[in-house]
């Protein structure tokens, strides 16, 4: 197995599955199935709905995956740092709702 360093981690512009299971030393398997299980806190592991099978797209984080290497991250932290994202995004798409609704008023 390949083993990266932090700075390795940081430089990827993406970092696959195999990457990062080989930075904690441990599988592939057990690094997927513990971000769909939402016990791996270095990213997202999203469902596809296909009408044929099941397939999971994975999204995982520089900062998260050495913040849990290094035992420096936990479940709560995770939570606060999602709920404060999601407060943000919803900000965001308020703010695009105005928008839009100004842009319409002003073409009529």
Do not use: C
Not at 19 to 36: H, P, V
Not at 85 to 97: A, D, G, H, V
């Amino acid at each position: 197995m390949a083993k990266y360093t932090d700075d390795e981690i940081r430089a990827m512009p993406k970092i696959t599955i195999k990457i990062a299971a080989d930075y904690l030393g441990i599988s592939s398997n057990i690094l997927t199935l513990g971000m769909r299980n939402n016990v791996l806190p270095i990213g997202f592991a999203v469902k596809n709905d296909d009408t044929y099978r099941e397939s999971w797209t994975y999204s995982i984080i520089p900062e998260r995956l050495i913040a849990y290497n290094h035992g420096k991250i936990n479940e709560v932290q995770v939570q606060n740092i999602e709920k404060s994202l999601s407060t943000i995004i919803n900000q965001f798409e308020e703010m695009k709702r105005d928008l839009v609704f100004l842009l319409r008023e002003s073409e009529e």
